[in-house]
């Protein structure tokens, strides 16, 4: 692992790249790590390291995470102890972060089948678990929106099940007939 970038941090809130020896703003110091960089910040005149303030700073003002926080969570977090809120946030944006990097590296690993590859209860379940990014996250919107998948037609209207279940047993008759049509490979024993 290479060694931490070390920004120096002063009295004034300029900071200080020692590497490229400039003054930095917060975006820019964003686009370093966005890029790759491990950084340090430090204060110039105690040697108290930053790091943690400068990076929550970034994520909560440069990149506008503040808007996703409803006041009231954030009056909550407020009132709480700092033990209190240390222990909420450690543990529960960690676990969090993780269970979404590890779903979205699932979704990776299935993105090369197309859509309609991905058998429909396992679209419904992502769909159930994995809510529109429209929906209100704080909400009950999102718990009784009902999963609609983009690449399927709509569902047929009500008292029309019956029809949809005959087009379907259709579909898969003119599937399983087409395919007994095709020559069969014959083996060699």
Known sequence: ?????LIKKYGNRRLYDTDESRYLTLEELAAKIHAGADVKVVEVKTGEDLTQATLTQIVVESRGAARFL??????QMIRMGDDA?????GHYM?????????????????TPFTASAIPRPVREAFGRFFPSPFASP????????????????????????????????DELKEAMAEKSRKPRAKSKS
């Open 85 to 89: 809120l240390a222990e909420f946030l």
């Open 138 to 169: 704080w909400g009950q919107a999102a718990a009784h929106t009902p999963y609609v998948d983009p690449m399927e037609t709509p569902p047929p209207a009500p008292g029309d099940d019956l029809a949809s279940l005959r087009r379907e047993i």
């Open 70 to 75: 409803p006041v009231p969570l954030l009056t």
């Open 94 to 110: 960690t676990t969090t972060m993780e269970l979404y990097l590890r779903s979205v590296r699932g979704m990776q690993m299935i």
């Open 1 to 5: 692992m290479a060694k931490p970038v």
